[in-house]
């Protein structure tokens, strides 16, 4: 049975900064590369890269007030930069492949699995 796992892509604006235009090219080339295998292996359900912090809002909802701000929740260096979501047959495989994403040597890749929410009943 497989289980579903998202491959969170997390960077910083310092570690981006630190790359060469070659890193990035490389960095391109190799998610490019890793699409394919998981694409063509039919393991990759969706993957995506997303925009730069300073466009997220975050929405906060307290006695039914609704408030927003710019930028992400947390006071953090790191952000989510994108992620995958695959289909393996164990948790192991999932990490073999966050292992192959360049982003991993830079900063890190974190392994999630994703909860299956079909049986609830609403």
Same mark, same amino acid.
């Given at each position: 049975m497989t289980v579903k796992y998202m491959l969170l892509i997390y960077s910083n604006a310092e570690s981006w900064a630190a790359l060469s235009a070659e890193q990035r090219e490389g960095l391109g080339r190799a998610?490019?590369?890793?699409?394919?295998?998981?694409?063509?292996?039919?393991?990759? !359900?969706?993957? $995506?890269?997303?925009?730069?912090?300073?466009?997220?809002?975050? +929405? !906060? !909802?307290?006695?039914?007030?609704?408030?927003?701000?710019?930028?992400?929740? $947390?006071? $953090?260096?790191?952000?989510? $930069?994108?992620f995958y979501? +695959?289909?393996c047959d164990t948790i192991d495989e999932a990490i073999d492949y966050a292992a192959r994403m360049p982003d991993a040597k830079y900063l890190a890749v974190e392994v999630r699995p994703v909860m299956d929410m079909s049986g609830l009943e609403m």
């Open positions: 998610h490019a590369e890793l699409t394919r295998e998981l694409t063509e292996q039919g393991l990759l !359900v969706s993957s $995506a890269g997303l925009a730069d912090p300073i466009t997220t809002r975050t +929405v !906060v !909802v307290r006695d039914d007030a609704l408030t927003t701000t710019d930028g992400p929740y $947390a006071e $953090a260096k790191e952000h989510l $930069a994108g979501l +695959v289909e």
